[in-house]
C-alpha cells in the first residue's frame, strides 16, 4: 500500500513539474534569436498583442493546477479498492495501450464539445472562455492559463473521466498525464520546429491551435488536445498553409473552403 500511495503523489505531482519544466524549454529556446526563425509570430506580439500580463498568467496557471492537485488526490484514493489486484497481477503492453487509446478518445471528445459549446454560447465565452483567449498569441506556460470554472470543466473533469473510463492504475496515469501536458504545451507554444515529434504524429500542433487563437479561426480547430477527428466529421476543421513571414519566422495562414 505504501508504494500504492507514492504512485498517487507521483501520478498527483509529477504532470505539474512536466508543464513547468517542458515549457521552460520552451521559454529558453524563445529567448535565443536564432530560433526567432521558427517563431509563428513575431517576439514582440507576445507582449503587444496579448491581453494579459505574463505574472498574471502564471498566477492563473498555479490555481488551476491546484484545483487538479485536489481532484488527483480524490480520484486516487477512490481507485485504491482495486489496488491489490493491479499491483499483484500487473499490466500488460496490450491493456496499457488500450487504456492509452481510450484515454486519448474520451479527453478528445470531452473536451471537444465542451470547448465548443464555450464558443456557442456567448454568456460562457464572454465570462470564462476569453481568459484563454486574451492570449491571442499563444506561448507554452499559457497553456492552462483558463478561467478557474474552465479549468474545472475542461481539464479537470476531463482528465478525471479518462482516468475512470480507461481503468488505468496511478502508475499508468503518471505517464499519461505527463504525456497529456507536453501535448498541451507543445500545441501552445507558439514555434514550428523542424523534426518536432509531436507534429509528425499529430494533426492537432502548434500550428492547428495558433489557427485556433486568431480572430478568422475563432469558430475553427476546437479539437484538443491529441485529435482532429471532432473537428472534421462535424464540420469545424479550418486548414491551414504555413508560409515564411517578411523578417523571419512563419505564419499559418488558413485555407477556406
Same mark, same amino acid.
Given at each position: 500500500?505504501?508504494?500504492?500511495?507514492?504512485?498517487?503523489?507521483?501520478?498527483?505531482?509529477?504532470?505539474?513539474?512536466?508543464?513547468?519544466?517542458?515549457?521552460?524549454?520552451?521559454?529558453?529556446?524563445?529567448?535565443?534569436?536564432?530560433?526567432?526563425?521558427?517563431?509563428?509570430?513575431?517576439?514582440?506580439?507576445?507582449?503587444?498583442?496579448?491581453?494579459?500580463?505574463?505574472?498574471? !498568467? #502564471?498566477?492563473?496557471?498555479?490555481?488551476?493546477?491546484?484545483?487538479?492537485?485536489?481532484?488527483? &488526490?480524490? +480520484?486516487? *484514493? @477512490?481507485?485504491?479498492?482495486?489496488?491489490?489486484?493491479?499491483?499483484?497481477?500487473?499490466?500488460?503492453?496490450?491493456?496499457?495501450?488500450?487504456?492509452?487509446?481510450?484515454?486519448?478518445?474520451?479527453?478528445?471528445?470531452?473536451?471537444?464539445?465542451?470547448?465548443?459549446?464555450?464558443?456557442?454560447?456567448?454568456?460562457?465565452?464572454?465570462?470564462?472562455?476569453?481568459?484563454?483567449?486574451?492570449? !491571442? #498569441?499563444?506561448?507554452?506556460?499559457?497553456?492552462?492559463?483558463?478561467?478557474?470554472?474552465?479549468? &474545472?470543466? +475542461?481539464? *479537470? @473533469?476531463?482528465?478525471?473521466?479518462?482516468?475512470?473510463?480507461?481503468?488505468?492504475?496511478?502508475?499508468?496515469?503518471?505517464?499519461?498525464?505527463?504525456?497529456?501536458?507536453?501535448?498541451?504545451?507543445?500545441?501552445?507554444?507558439?514555434?514550428?520546429?523542424?523534426?518536432?515529434?509531436?507534429?509528425?504524429?499529430?494533426?492537432?500542433?502548434?500550428?492547428?491551435?495558433?489557427?485556433?487563437?486568431?480572430?478568422?479561426?475563432?469558430?475553427?480547430?476546437?479539437?484538443?488536445?491529441?485529435?482532429?477527428?471532432?473537428?472534421?466529421?462535424?464540420?469545424?476543421?479550418?486548414?491551414?498553409?504555413?508560409?515564411?513571414?517578411?523578417?523571419?519566422?512563419?505564419?499559418?495562414?488558413?485555407?477556406?473552403?
Amino acid at each position: 500500500m505504501a508504494a500504492f500511495a507514492s504512485e498517487e503523489l507521483l501520478g498527483t505531482f509529477v504532470p505539474v513539474i512536466v508543464y513547468w519544466v517542458y515549457s521552460g524549454l520552451y521559454v529558453l529556446m524563445g529567448s535565443i534569436s536564432r530560433f526567432d526563425d521558427y517563431r509563428l509570430h513575431p517576439r514582440k506580439d507576445e507582449d503587444t498583442k496579448n491581453l494579459a500580463s505574463k505574472s498574471t !498568467v #502564471v498566477k492563473g496557471v498555479l490555481v488551476q493546477q491546484a484545483f487538479q492537485i485536489a481532484v488527483s &488526490l480524490f +480520484l486516487f *484514493t @477512490v481507485a485504491r479498492n482495486n489496488a491489490t489486484e493491479t499491483m499483484t497481477t500487473g499490466t500488460s503492453l496490450i491493456t496499457l495501450a488500450g487504456q492509452f487509446g481510450v484515454a486519448m478518445l474520451v479527453l478528445d471528445t470531452w473536451q471537444y464539445f465542451i470547448h465548443r459549446y464555450m464558443h456557442i454560447n456567448k454568456f460562457l465565452y464572454r465570462h470564462v472562455h476569453s481568459k484563454h483567449h486574451r492570449l !491571442v #498569441v499563444p506561448y507554452a506556460y499559457g497553456a492552462l492559463y483558463n478561467h478557474p470554472l474552465e479549468g &474545472l470543466l +475542461l481539464d *479537470t @473533469v476531463g482528465g478525471a473521466l479518462s482516468f475512470l473510463v480507461s481503468g488505468m492504475s496511478p502508475r499508468t496515469a503518471i505517464f499519461f498525464f505527463s504525456f497529456a501536458t507536453i501535448k498541451t504545451v507543445d500545441d501552445h507554444c507558439g514555434l514550428w520546429l523542424p523534426g518536432n515529434p509531436l507534429h509528425v504524429l499529430f494533426d492537432n500542433n502548434s500550428a492547428y491551435h495558433d489557427v485556433h487563437h486568431q480572430l478568422y479561426g475563432n469558430k475553427y480547430n476546437f479539437s484538443q488536445p491529441f485529435f482532429i477527428g471532432w473537428d472534421k466529421i462535424l464540420g469545424t476543421h479550418m486548414d491551414y498553409t504555413l508560409q515564411k513571414r517578411k523578417g523571419g519566422g512563419f505564419e499559418a495562414r488558413p485555407v477556406k473552403d
